[in-house]
Antibody, heavy 121, light 107 residues
Framework: EVQLLESGGGLVQPGGSLRLSCAASGFTFTNYAMIWVRQAPGKGLEWISA????????WHADSVKGRFTISRDNSKSTLSLQMNSLRAEDTAIYYC??????????????WGQGTLVTVSS | EMVLTQSPGTLSLSPGERATLSCRASQSVSNTYLAWYQQKPGQAPRLLIYGASSRATGIPDRFSGSGSGTDFTLTISRLEPEDFAMYYCQQYGNSRTFGQGTKVEVK
């Protein structure tokens, strides 16, 4: 059974940093792309970062480019998101998502339960 | 960047009725790389449909997807109580854009 368990969310001041982690199990981690998707309170879904199975290629949405960095440790089946220079508009639930393939194109076939990030003074 | 527009914003129906949700793309979606997701309050989204018309594992056959090019449809043939939720379409070809969602609520 695929399981994705996010951690690392919490309250952070504007301009601060936070690192999210996602522990994956139930599948061969290195064989699939992984994605972070966020959802602001009462809003829709926004993909923000993605990484291929090998970790060799990454993508970030314009809204987070230069501030967020996605990475993975295939030896530990762990996905991470380093978030710097956080803004109030980054407040959201952050979901760890498994891609259906090792690289594009892929749909999002399994989602974690999410971790809440609140950026506020 | 491709924009996906879902309609209607809210669909008010009764259990047992048929639901038809629309997703229109601003440009043609390559190779029908179009997916649908369901999200219930307080829960993570769940994949329903990929490749425009293929049901994900475990999804009941009352859910069906169709369409190509720029126009796609998610149909729920007979609404069950657990189907009242938010639905999002997504294209995963040249980007990973989501639509803004359609809420299916109890009339």
């Amino acid at each position: 059974e695929v399981q994705l368990l996010e951690s690392g969310g919490g309250l952070v001041q504007p301009g601060g940093s936070l690192r999210l982690s996602c522990a994956a199990s139930g599948f061969t981690f290195t064989n699939y792309a992984m994605i972070w998707v966020r959802q602001a309170p009462g809003k829709g879904l926004e993909w923000i970062s993605a990484i291929t199975g090998s970790g060799g290629d990454t993508w970030h949405a314009d809204s987070v480019k230069g501030r967020f960095t996605i990475s993975r440790d295939n030896s530990k089946s762990t996905l991470s998101l380093q978030m710097n220079s956080l803004r109030a508009e980054d407040t959201a639930i952050y979901y760890c998502v498994k891609g259906s393939e090792v690289s594009r194109p892929y749909y999002f076939d399994f989602w974690g339960q999410g971790t809440l990030v609140t950026v506020s003074s | 960047e491709m924009v996906l527009t879902q309609s209607p914003g809210t669909l008010s129906l009764s259990p047992g009725e048929r639901a038809t949700l629309s997703c229109r793309a601003s440009q043609s979606v390559s190779n029908t790389y179009l997916a649908w997701y369901q999200q219930k309050p307080g829960q993570a989204p769940r994949l329903l449909i990929y490749g425009a018309s293929s049901r994900a594992t475990g999804i009941p056959d009352r859910f069906s997807g169709s369409g190509s090019g720029t126009d796609f449809t998610l149909t729920i043939s007979r609404l069950e109580p657990e189907d009242f939720a938010m639905y999002y379409c997504q294209q995963y070809g040249n980007s990973r854009t989501f639509g803004q969602g359609t809420k299916v609520e109890v009339k």
